[in-house]
């Protein structure tokens, strides 16, 4: 059991070392952003975000998700070939007419979005961005399931690269001011597109099959109202700030969620990790204990980041933005622990996935959604974008706590939950420490905050919450890095 960890662990580590390069990347235009545009223009560049996020899920059709299961469900070269190949055109086709359609509707669905007409141009080009998106996404995902996570990690990297140098050169060298920023994200996806197509060709074949496009859409289809669900969950407190605040209270929530992006990281490099890893070894007879392994790892981890993202906010905001943005880092704690519910989700529900029963995953993400609204509209008009982020926490947990409820019924795991919940308790322990010790002396402050950060490992350890054995898996998953595993071990 040991090596299939490392090696779900080294594909893990190099996911998240190209995120962290990505992120560097994406904090290299954050400083430039926030000098650039007032709360209020980076809001606006937040809403759009918001909008190719949606387009994404609703017009993906969960085909990345079904092309995974399929891809592994068949072992004949040509089949999947042909599976890849037939939901790359139904996507295709498919974003061909939703991004003309919606183009012809700029105007009005601009200025309903935006509460202004000025904004139809914006609108029009992160129409374009969305549709690109879904089939460059779909690409990548390509060399997620065929396990090519180095090869996935440098063209990210490429084009994450491509991102900062495009959008600085049509900001700041050309002097487009927000324009510039989104005909330099709309150039970066197009490039992107065909850089990726290049690499992934070797994947698909001239073979399309009605058959097996039922059979995608099959499963991929009840995962839209999930899908849609999710955005609701993670964005729909947006359009909540734009309308009971401003879209500069909605620039402060976006850089407020920027600073849990240690969380970000962990949560991104482990949704590209986990479901090829997870449904590659879902036949053979340690599974169980895999999953439990790794959902243990993650709750250890996650928790130590949302203490050190925590103490460390506050300065970390001051020191790559202006000071209009400071007042963001209250959201941080609440932003942590929704990010975190979130990997929690992502690990419990192989369960559901592997007996497919996606119908459930529909079902708990509507009914967390729709708590996120009710939330949002009670809570964002008394207390801002602090009420966003207590509406989005508690909304993932609890989905997360449905996943686990549903998960456990179909496909029961012993995830050994009395002793993780007392590691997240005993991180609660510390985020309350954190807001009521107050230490004079800014050096000594920071001292004192690091040395309590770093006690907290050794807590866990003293009351026997990390073991032995998990030490050494995660030292067998650094050494795995330098050693070459066969992945289907």
């Not at 401003?246 to 402060?252: E, H, K, Q, S």
């Not at 801002?384 to 989905?399: D, F, H, K, P, R």
Request: charged share 10%; proline share 3%.
């Amino acid at each position: 059991m040991e090596h299939k960890t490392a090696n779900f662990g080294k594909d893990f580590i190099v996911y998240a070392v190209g995120a962290a390069s990505q992120m560097v990347l994406s904090f290299i235009l954050l400083p430039i952003l926030t000098k650039l545009f007032n709360p209020t223009e980076y809001g606006l560049i937040d809403i759009s975000t918001t909008i190719i996020q949606i387009v994404s899920i609703v017009f993906g059709f969960g085909m990345t998700t079904a092309v995974s299961f399929y891809y592994y469900f068949h072992n004949d070269e040509h089949e999947k070939k042909q599976t890849v190949t037939t939901g790359l055109l139904f996507l295709l086709v498919i974003n061909i007419l939703t991004v003309f359609l919606l183009s012809i509707n700029a105007t009005s669905l601009g200025a309903a979005i935006y509460k202004s007409p000025a904004y139809t141009n914006i609108f029009k080009i992160t129409i374009f961005v969305a549709g690109l998106s879904v089939l460059q996404n779909f690409l990548f995902h390509l060399l997620r399931i065929s396990r090519r996570a180095s090869l996935y990690v440098v063209a990210s990297l490429l084009k994450g690269g491509l991102q900062v140098g495009i959008i600085i050169l049509f900001v700041i060298s050309f002097g487009l001011g927000l324009r510039g920023y989104f005909y330099g994200y709309l150039s970066t996806v197009f490039l992107s597109l065909l850089i990726i197509f290049s690499i992934t060709k070797k994947y698909l074949t001239f073979s399309f099959s009605k058959k097996r496009l039922i059979e995608l859409l099959k499963y991929g289809v009840p995962l839209i109202p999930a899908g849609i669900s999710l955005w609701a969950l993670q964005l729909v407190d947006r359009f909540f700030l734009i309308h009971y605040a401003t879209l500069a209270d909605v620039g402060l929530y976006g850089v407020g969620v920027r600073s849990t992006i240690l969380l970000v990281l962990l949560i991104s490099s482990l949704q590209l990790a986990w479901g090829p890893f997870a449904f590659s070894i879902m036949k053979q007879d340690d599974a169980k204990k895999v999953y439990t392994e790794i959902f243990s790892l993650f709750v250890i981890i996650a928790t130590w980041l949302i203490i050190l993202t925590t103490y460390f906010a506050k300065e970390a905001i001051t020191l790559v933005t202006t000071p209009e943005y400071t007042q963001a880092y209250v959201v941080t704690p609440f932003l942590s622990f929704g990010t975190f519910f979130l990997g929690a989700y992502t690990l419990l529900s192989i369960g559901i996935n592997l007996v497919n029963k996606m119908h459930i995953i529909t079902t708990t993400t509507i009914i967390a959604a729709i708590l996120n609204i009710i939330l949002n509209f009670i809570l964002i008009p008394r207390y801002g974008i602090l009420g966003a982020a207590i509406s989005t926490a508690s909304s993932y947990l609890v989905s997360t706590m449905l996943v686990y409820f549903f998960s456990q019924k179909y496909y029961p795991i012993d995830y050994k939950m009395k002793k993780n919940m007392t590691i997240v308790l005993i991180s609660v322990g510390y985020l309350i420490g954190y807001f009521t010790i107050t230490v004079e002396g800014t050096i000594i402050n920071l001292i004192i905050r690091a040395l309590i950060c770093l006690s907290f490992p050794v807590v866990l350890y003293t009351l026997k919450l990390l073991t032995p054995n998990q030490v050494k898996s995660i030292i067998n998953t650094i050494k795995s890095l330098t050693v070459k595993t066969n992945p289907s071990n």
